[in-house]
C-alpha cells in the first residue's frame, strides 16, 4: 500500500468518526449544561460549578466551546462570563472561547467537510467567499462587528475556502469583543453599573456596528477578488 493511499484511507476513517464522536459530546454536553437552566442566570450557574468541584470550570469551558460550535450565541456566553468574572475577566475568557470555537469548525470544515460544505451550501459559498477573499482580514472583521449573519455558517465557509485561517480567527476574535464587552457588562448586573459604563458600553457597540458597516462599503469599492474556492 502506498503512503498516498495510507493517507487517504485514513483521512476517510477519521472523517467517519467525527461526526458521531462530536455529535456525542455536544448531547452530553447539552444534556449536562440544561441543569443551568433555560434563562442562563450566573447565580445558578454559580451554584452548578460549586457543586462540580476540581471539573467545574473545565466543563464550563469546554462545554461553551461545544455550544458555540452548533451556533449557541456568543453574546450568552460573555453575559454568563461577566455575571461570574466580572467585567474584564469575563470578557477575555468568552472572547477566547469564542475564538476557539472559530478556528475549531474552521479546521473541522476545511480538513474533514469541504466537500460537504460545498454541496450543502452553494449559495452561500457563492455569495461570501468572493467578500472574504481578497482581504481577508479586513473583510472579516467587518462582517464580525456587524451583528448579523450566522457565526456557525460563516466559519463553515471560511473552512471551506482558500481563506488564510490565521487572518480569518485573528480577524474575528478582535471583532468579536465590542459585543463580548458589552453583554458581559449586562452579565455584570446592571444594577451594579454606573452612568458613564452603561454610556461607554452602549457607545462602543454602536460605534464598532458603524465600523463594520463603513469597512463593508470600502470592501465592496475593491477590485473583486481571484482567489477561489478549492
Not at 467525527?18 to 443551568?36: D, G, N, Q
Not at 468572493?130 to 448579523?148: C, D, E, H, Q, S
Not at 449573519?149 to 463553515?156: F, K, P, R
Not at 470600502?218 to 474556492?229: D, E, K, L
Request: contains cysteine; hydrophobic residues 50%; aromatic residues 8%.
Amino acid at each position: 500500500m502506498s503512503k498516498a493511499t495510507h493517507k487517504s484511507r485514513l483521512k476517510i476513517t477519521l472523517q467517519m468518526l467525527l461526526k458521531p464522536v462530536l455529535a456525542c459530546l455536544v448531547i452530553a454536553v447539552i444534556y449536562k449544561m440544561a441543569s443551568l437552566g433555560k434563562d442562563a442566570d450566573p447565580v445558578a450557574i454559580e451554584q452548578w460549578l460549586t457543586a462540580q468541584g476540581l471539573f467545574g470550570w473545565p466543563l464550563l469551558v469546554v462545554g461553551g466551546v461545544l455550544l458555540m460550535l452548533v451556533g449557541f450565541p456568543r453574546q450568552i456566553v460573555a453575559f454568563i462570563g461577566g455575571g461570574l468574572l466580572g467585567v474584564t475577566a469575563g470578557t477575555l475568557l468568552s472572547t477566547a472561547m469564542a475564538a476557539i470555537a472559530c478556528a475549531t469548525t474552521f479546521l473541522t470544515a476545511r480538513y474533514f467537510l469541504q466537500s460537504w460544505v460545498k454541496r450543502r451550501f452553494p449559495g452561500v459559498i457563492a455569495k461570501l467567499h468572493p467578500l472574504l477573499a481578497g482581504k481577508p482580514y479586513t473583510a472579516t472583521l467587518a462582517i464580525r462587528l456587524l451583528p448579523i449573519g450566522s457565526n456557525a455558517l460563516t466559519n463553515i465557509v471560511a473552512g471551506a475556502s482558500t481563506i488564510k485561517g490565521r487572518a480569518f480567527v485573528s480577524a474575528s476574535a478582535l471583532g468579536y469583543v465590542p459585543q463580548m464587552l458589552t453583554f458581559a457588562l449586562m452579565g455584570q448586573g446592571m444594577e451594579q453599573m454606573s452612568s458613564w459604563q452603561i454610556s461607554v458600553s452602549l457607545s462602543l457597540l454602536v460605534c464598532s456596528v458603524l465600523l463594520g458597516a463603513h469597512l463593508y462599503r470600502w470592501y465592496q469599492q475593491q477590485p473583486a477578488s481571484t482567489v477561489s474556492v478549492r
